[in-house]
């Protein structure tokens, strides 16, 4: 073997002794590295920032329908045949506004009898009374006209009132729905004639979960939506809040009042509901610090130099905030950077993190 390629593989064992001997320090320092990170030992830096008190809101999002602000069923209160249809489908109308009437002749005819009657026995009372001062009337006669003469204002009345039912009028100003009788028709007093809906404003109903029931409250915003309108926003305000959880579902009742004045929405419409609840203060650290594991969440706090492990239970969230319900208190120093490679009990160095920079496990 020639000199050269002797002394070419003699550089050639020496290059890969030497770059085994380097991997086997790398090895070493590696082993090193986890043995003291197993029993505590090390240093580490890692990125802190303290747990403080935040006023927490919650969006809470839900599906509802709409309700009139008021809605009945027309129907009669006497039985007869229809006479008269005075509204269209879908017309709005006043308070008072005559809707339907009915065959009234007889009625029109007891009126005018009951008049009559009424007219004749205080006439009859009057020249009694005029004759009695003269004794020529006995007293007992004035007591009987005096009764005959209550019983016919009774009557009268009565006929008066059954002739105004022969007319039927809203109730309250509204919307009339579909026609469900025709002119001709003869009705009960059970029969349905149409519906009446007041859509000057409706209510949308819908369900909110149990552990916000201590934060809703009356007057608080409310933000709805329709797929008939996409492009449009209604608002209104929470009316009424249920006193009970439903056990099934976990959740409670919520109506919330929308003005609807050019009356786009209708009664049972499908709505989509936002409503923004703001609770007291709670005490909050940044989302990255909480560690998932098993259902249950942790964090690493650093006391005295050194971390330690602790298991939290968290409540709301919101934009990068979680709410700590228990675990730690506020001002305590929670590790929102080197997460990952961190042990109980290892010792740290801390650098405090900006309100805004985003730390990562």
Same mark, same amino acid.
């Given at each position: 073997m020639s000199t050269f390629r002797q002394l070419l593989l003699i550089a050639m064992l020496a290059a890969v002794a030497f770059g085994g001997y380097q991997a086997w320090q790398s090895y070493a320092a590696s082993r090193a590295d986890t043995a003291s990170e197993q029993n505590g030992g090390g240093t580490m830096l890692v990125e802190v920032r303290p747990a403080s008190r935040h006023t927490m809101s919650t969006t809470v999002e839900a599906v509802g329908s709409t309700i009139a602000a008021q809605s009945i069923e027309i129907v009669s209160l006497a039985e007869g045949r229809i006479h008269g249809l005075l509204f269209r489908s879908g017309q709005k109308v006043s308070q008072g506004d005559e809707l339907v009437e009915l065959d009234r002749d007889m009625q029109d005819a007891d009126a005018t009898e009951a008049e009559a009657a009424l007219v004749r026995i205080k006439a009859e009372l009057e020249r009694a009374q005029s004759l009695f001062g003269s004794k020529i009337v006995a007293a007992s006669r004035v007591e009987e006209l005096t009764a005959q =003469?209550? $019983? $016919? %204002? $009774? %009557? =009268?009345?009565? $006929?008066?009132?059954?002739l105004a039912d022969r007319t039927i009028r809203a109730p309250f100003a509204g919307t009339v729905g579909l026609n469900r009788v025709d002119i001709g028709a003869r009705i009960t007093e059970d029969t349905v004639i149409t519906t009446l809906d007041d859509l000057s404003h409706v209510k949308v109903e819908f369900t909110v979960p149990e552990n916000l029931f201590g934060i809703a409250r009356i007057g608080q915003i409310v933000e709805a939506r329709t797929a008939a309108y996409p492009d449009r926003v209604f608002t209104g305000k929470v009316v009424e809040i249920d006193s009970r959880i439903d056990a099934a579902s976990r959740a409670f009742q919520v109506r919330a009042d929308l003005p609807n004045e050019d009356g786009a929405l209708p009664a049972g419409m499908f709505m989509q509901v @936002?409503? @923004? =609840?703001? *609770? *007291? %203060?709670a005490t909050v650290i940044p989302e990255e610090a909480v560690i998932a594991e098993s259902g249950a969440a942790f964090v690493f706090i650093v006391e005295d130099g050194k971390a330690s492990r602790r298991q939290i239970e968290i409540g709301r969230r919101a934009f990068g905030i979680v709410e700590v319900v228990s675990g730690i208190t506020p001002d305590t120093l929670v590790v929102t950077r080197g997460t990952s490679k961190l042990r109980n009990g290892m010792s740290v160095k801390v650098k405090v993190a900006d309100a805004g920079t985003e730390s990562g496990g």
């Open positions: =003469l209550a $019983a $016919a %204002e $009774a %009557e =009268l009345k009565r $006929a008066r009132r059954q @936002s409503m @923004s =609840l703001t *609770g *007291g %203060e």
